[in-house]
């Protein structure tokens, strides 16, 4: 079956454990840890970084008349969530996951959340067994297939407010984790971001970096309903 997978990403994997990892969701190996198995959340990690490097790099070469606001707006579009999950279905990569009992019954496996880090986790087996190249390939085939030259869907709002606040002098924004719950498989983050050390938006998310985001889109909303 995972042979299956590798024919569908046009990748051979040298260690195969590391793509079994990548397909290993936290539930799965919670349910399981006496077996000493590892989630994907590590790779996931790695992966993220991968991805934007390789993203970054493509958008600078590809647009040089874009300016840097542009290229990260450009670069939060193509590594959102909804594009990330987007490419797992292209690849079928739900069908390979390994998650947990609860986790599948309710739904896991088409969840957007969950395919998007199985495709950074994916993105970062390929990266530890076959180099760089190895990375680029599955992001050339699966990622940039579509730029957003035209219109952004994915605003970057960290950036956006940190643009419209920097617009007058000695502005400093903070964000700051205020909660979070749920098991180890599906936590929920909330956040506060804070302008000058007061409460400007409220977010929250299934990560501490998606949480940021809300609450930035929040504060973009409240302080400059005219530029979001």
């Known amino acids: ?9 046009g990748y051979r994997f040298k260690n195969l454990t590391l793509l079994q990892n990548a397909l290993t969701h936290s539930s799965y190996a919670n349910e399981r840890w006496h077996n000493g198995l590892l989630s994907n959340e590590r790779l996931e990690f790695l ?4 991805l934007g490097m390789l993203v970054a790099e493509y958008l600078f070469r590809s647009f040089p008349d874009r ?3 542009e290229l990260t707006r450009m670069r939060a579009d193509m590594v ?4 990330l999950a987007a490419a797992a279905n292209r690849i079928g990569l739900g069908g390979y996951l390994m998650l947990g009992h609860g986790e599948e019954q309710s739904g896991g496996r088409y969840r957007d959340s969950i395919l998007a880090d199985a495709v950074e986790s994916v993105i970062a087996a390929c990266f530890l067994d076959g180099g760089i190249s190895a990375a680029l390939s599955f992001v050339q085939k699966f990622i ?3 730029v957003p030259v035209k219109g952004l869907h994915n605003v970057d709002y960290k950036t956006r407010l940190q643009e419209l606040v920097q617009q007058k002098k000695n502005q400093t924004l903070t964000y700051q984790l205020v909660g979070q719950s749920g098991p180890d498989h ?3 983050f909330d956040v506060e971001v804070s302008l000058n050390g007061k409460v400007v938006g409220c977010g929250s998310g299934s990560s501490k970096k998606r949480a940021e985001q809300d609450a930035a889109r929040e504060a973009v909303a409240a302080l400059f309903p005219d530029r979001k």
Do not use: Q
């Not at 959102?80 to 594009?83: A, G, N, Q, V």
């Open 67 to 69: 300016p840097e606001g």
């Open 80 to 83: 959102c969530e909804k594009t």
């Open 1 to 9: 079956m995972i042979k299956d997978l590798e024919t569908a990403i």
């Open 144 to 146: 940039l297939v579509e």
């Open 47 to 50: 992966g993220d970084s991968v």
């Open 186 to 188: 599906d936590k929920h």
